[in-house]
Nanobody, 125 residues
Framework: QVQLVESGGELVQAGGSLRLSCAAS????????MGWFRQAPGKEREFVAA????????YYADSVKGRVTISRDNAKNTVYLQMNSLKPEDTAVYYC??????????????????WGKGTLVTVSS
């Protein structure tokens, strides 16, 4: 069993930066590929970024490519999402997720093994 707890969400002005964290419980963190998703008000949850088990590979949604960096520290059981040049359309609840299969993270309809409860990011114009 893995529990995921996100943090770092807050109100930020457009053009600003924010780093989200997702802390995982358990000893098997490096067994999982990790991802970030987001859900804006009135919209479906969408994929943002993914990172492989040991951080050697990352994959990004086109909407955030070049502005967002995903990273992980397996010694700290934590995955991060650095977001720069934030836009009002980045406003959403951000969730982290864990799955054994890396490509599942961005495959439409992919089933995650674990989800966090989310952290709210609000970008003001």
């Amino acid at each position: 069993q893995v529990q995921l707890v996100e943090s770092g969400g807050e109100l930020v002005q457009a053009g600003g930066s924010l780093r989200l964290s997702c802390a995982a419980s358990g000893r098997t963190f490096s067994s999982y590929a990790m991802g970030w998703f987001r859900q804006a008000p009135g919209k479906e949850r969408e994929f943002v970024a993914a990172i492989s088990r040991y951080g050697g590979s990352a994959y990004y949604a086109d909407s955030v490519k070049g502005r967002v960096t995903i990273s992980r520290d397996n010694a700290k059981n934590t995955v991060y999402l650095q977001m720069n040049s934030l836009k009002p359309e980045d406003t959403a609840v951000y969730y982290c997720a864990a799955t054994f299969d890396y490509k599942t993270l961005w495959t439409p309809g992919g089933v995650m093994d674990y989800w966090g409860k989310g952290t709210l990011v609000t970008v003001s114009s």
